[in-house]
Nanobody, 123 residues
Framework: QVQLVESGGGSVQAGGSLRLSCAAS????????MAWFRQTPGKEREGVAY???????NYADSVRGRFTISRDNAKNTLYLQMNSLKPEDTAMYYC?????????????????WGQGTQVTVSS
């Protein structure tokens, strides 16, 4: 049974930093595509960043230059380093994973999801 477990969320002041982690288990090999999404109440879940097992990365425009996604394939762990945080980054952050050969920030594409970790940025 595949499990994705996020950690590292919390409360921080604007301009601060947090590092999220997502540990994957129950999969026989590394997921081709792993990503971070976020969601606030009443809004649709939106893509933040993805990383493929080959090293390709992409970011949403709203976080590019402030967030860095990385992954340790040997440990099946995904990370999101978030710097220069803004109040509008406040959200529940979800880790997602999929196999296959395509990787894009589309909620419908992903097969597996974590339970989420809350990030709150105060002004």
């Amino acid at each position: 049974q595949v499990q994705l477990v996020e950690s590292g969320g919390g409360s921080v002041q604007a301009g601060g930093s947090l590092r999220l982690s997502c540990a994957a288990s129950g999969y026989s090999s590394s997921f081709y595509c792993m990503a971070w999404f976020r969601q606030t109440p009443g809004k649709e879940r939106e893509g933040v960043a993805y990383a493929t097992s080959y090293g390709t990365k992409n970011y949403a425009d709203s976080v590019r230059g402030r967030f860095t996604i990385s992954r340790d394939n040997a440990k099946n762990t995904l990370y999101l380093q978030m710097n220069s945080l803004k109040p509008e980054d406040t959200a529940m952050y979800y880790c997602a994973a999929k196999g296959g050969s395509r990787c894009q920030l589309s909620v419908a594409d992903f097969d597996y999801w974590g339970q989420g970790t809350q990030v709150t940025v105060s002004s």
